[in-house]
């Protein structure tokens, strides 16, 4: 595998709040964005990392989702978006975190994923965000 993360992304202030990541190029529909690699966290770990900072960082893991997964690269810090512009899939033989485009993106714009999982999913998520728009 050669691309783990496509050389033009940038991470900087978010308006969403916090860090996002950006692209400077456009990127077509359909296109892997980046290859995070996980940091795997054994259900005794998940409980534990509500009792802390990372509790906002990291994705749900396992067949159960009784694991979590700390990303590697950007992938804890693209920001959530009920209309996001890429999607992650989670691979767990690879122990991965993959991001591909849902849309054509913008050069300059932020690259969103819908926290809940699924692009069209509009479930309350954990956290309230002042520039959200739902």
């Given at each position: 595998?050669?691309?783990?993360?496509?050389?033009?992304?940038?991470?900087?202030?978010?308006?969403?709040?916090?860090?996002?990541?950006?692209?400077?190029?456009?990127?077509?529909?359909?296109?892997?964005?980046?290859?995070?690699?996980?940091?795997?966290?054994?259900?005794?770990?998940?409980?534990?990392?509500?009792?802390t900072h990372l509790h906002d960082y990291y994705f749900l893991w396992?067949?159960?989702?009784?694991?979590?997964?700390?990303?590697?690269?950007?992938?804890?810090?693209?920001?959530?978006?009920?209309?996001?512009?890429?999607?992650?899939?989670?691979?767990?033989?690879?122990?991965?975190?993959?991001?591909?485009?849902?849309?054509?993106?913008?050069?300059?714009?932020?690259?969103?994923?819908?926290?809940?999982?699924?692009?069209?999913?509009?479930?309350?998520v954990w956290f309230h965000q002042p520039n959200y728009k739902r």
């Open positions: 595998m050669s691309m783990q993360r496509l050389p033009f992304l940038y991470v900087t202030d978010s308006p969403l709040g916090g860090r996002g990541v950006f692209t400077i190029n456009e990127i077509p529909a359909d296109s892997l964005i980046e290859i995070c690699p996980a940091i795997v966290l054994p259900e005794w770990d998940l409980s534990q990392i509500h009792k396992g067949e159960e989702q009784n694991q979590g997964a700390i990303a590697l690269g950007y992938g804890s810090l693209y920001n959530h978006s009920y209309e996001p512009n890429a999607k992650y899939i989670l691979d767990f033989d690879r122990q991965t975190i993959d991001i591909y485009t849902v849309r054509d993106i913008e050069a300059g714009e932020e690259i969103t994923v819908n926290y809940n999982g699924e692009p069209e999913d509009s479930s309350p």
